[in-house]
């Protein structure tokens, strides 16, 4: 892949100086874990002259590793620097880091940051709770008062539930027993069932079960679509 030449640009580090204590000693594990890069990476950088003035200390696994002090990183840091967005030298997350918008590194970028938020949503909303929620769904409880009773946010559900298909289609398949008026029924699905009747004299809740969300989920796409065009 052949390289393009860049101006000037600030360091990695720059966006992490105020994280940066000029009195800790930082081994190449603290760093990566600051840029949140992978240790190839930030071995790569300093390397190649991204991370000047390091020391080689005796690792206590055996080998060597590098060592900056605090005041070492925070003058790097001021330090803007040239890229050469060489594709062979850098891995593409440390050059999307360094403003390389290349498709390569703009997928890498996603990637990296999709993991990132799943492994986060993982930590907030572990298998345990989940399982309680579908449990309390299928029970007949509103997804938003099994969530309030599981301790999660609605959000959190929802937002589970559009990128882990195995967590939706638990989700979809406890929650036919919010049906109001019932699967087989005409109205299963519609926007009458959807939205219930509140007045006149035989009123009927909004329906949250699954054929009504499915109808709603529909609606909503159409309305996006519609929007864009």
């Known amino acids: 892949m052949p390289r393009s030449n860049a101006r000037p640009q600030p360091h990695p580090l720059a966006a992490y100086a105020d994280q940066i204590d000029p009195v800790t000693t930082y081994a190449l594990r603290d760093v990566a874990a600051l840029l949140g890069l992978s240790l190839s990476n930030v071995s790569g950088m300093a390397l190649h002259g991204w991370l000047p003035g390091s020391r080689l200390r005796p690792h206590r696994r055996g080998g060597r590793t590098y060592t900056w002090t605090g005041k070492q990183l925070l003058r ?5 620097i040239r ?5 062979d030298r ?3 997350a ?15 970028h996603t990637a990296e940051s999709r993991e990132r938020k799943r492994a986060l ?3 907030a909303f572990p298998a345990e709770t989940r399982a309680e929620v579908i449990t309390l769904v299928a029970a007949g409880t509103p997804i938003a008062d099994a969530a309030a009773e599981a301790g999660v946010s609605l959000a959190k559900v929802y ?9 939706g289609d638990q989700l979809d398949e406890a929650a036919w027993s919010l049906c109001v008026l019932g699967e087989n029924a005409p109205g299963c699905g519609s926007p009458a069932g959807y939205r219930g009747k509140p007045k006149g004299r035989a009123t009927r809740p909004a ?4 054929g009504c969300r499915e109808w709603r989920r529909a609606q909503a796409q159409a309305e996006r ?3 864009e065009e």
């Not at 937002?159 to 967590?167: E, H, I, M, V």
């Not at 329906?207 to 699954?210: E, S, Y």
Request: aromatic fraction near 10%; glycine fraction near 8%.
């Open 159 to 167: 937002g589970r539930a559009t990128w882990d298909l195995a967590f």
């Open 94 to 108: 440390t050059l999307y880091r360094v403003g390389c918008r290349c498709p390569v590194c703009m997928r890498a």
């Open 90 to 92: 850098y891995g593409p």
């Open 83 to 87: 890229v050469e967005y060489d594709h």
């Open 225 to 227: 679509s519609a929007a």
């Open 121 to 123: 949503s993982e930590e």
């Open 76 to 80: 790097i840091a001021a330090r803007p």
């Open 207 to 210: 329906c949250r079960g699954t």
